[in-house]
């Protein structure tokens, strides 16, 4: 079981920038891949951006290309979500995760238990 603790949300206008992290703990062995995913009341939790521990490969979605980054720190089994230019569409909870080589960011069955997540709003 791995155990995922989320920070950095908070309150930010339009155009602003914050900076989230993700800790992981527990048995990240068999972690692949970290990744970021976000969720709006009345819709589906969304991934966000993802980042491979090994090579560093990353993914993301294409509305946030070129305003997010993602990264990471080995030794200290974190993950790191960089957001720039927020949009007030960014608000949401944002959550981390890991999943396995061979099963899919967009396949709920890929992953495991979800943190508590952290709150990001984006005012217009």
């Known amino acids: 079981q791995v155990q995922l603790v989320e920070s950095g949300g908070g309150l930010v206008q339009t155009g602003g920038s914050l900076r989230l992290s993700c800790a992981a703990s527990?048995?990240?062995?068999?972690?692949?891949?970290m990744g970021w995913f976000r969720e709006v009341p009345g819709k589906e939790r969304e991934f966000v951006a993802g980042?491979?521990?090994?090579?560093?490969?990353?993914w993301y979605l294409d509305s946030v290309k070129g305003r997010f980054a993602i990264s990471r720190d080995n030794a200290k089994n974190t993950v790191y979500l960089q957001m720039n230019s927020l949009k007030p569409e960014g608000t949401a909870v944002y959550y981390c995760?890991?999943?396995?080589?061979?099963?899919?960011?967009?396949?709920?069955?890929?992953?495991?238990?979800w943190g508590q997540g952290t709150q990001v709003t984006v005012s217009s």
């Open positions: 995760n890991t999943r396995a080589f061979g099963t899919s960011w967009h396949d709920e069955r890929s992953f495991g238990s």
């Open positions: 527990g048995r990240t062995s068999s972690s692949y891949a």
């Open positions: 980042i491979t521990w090994i090579g560093g490969s990353t």
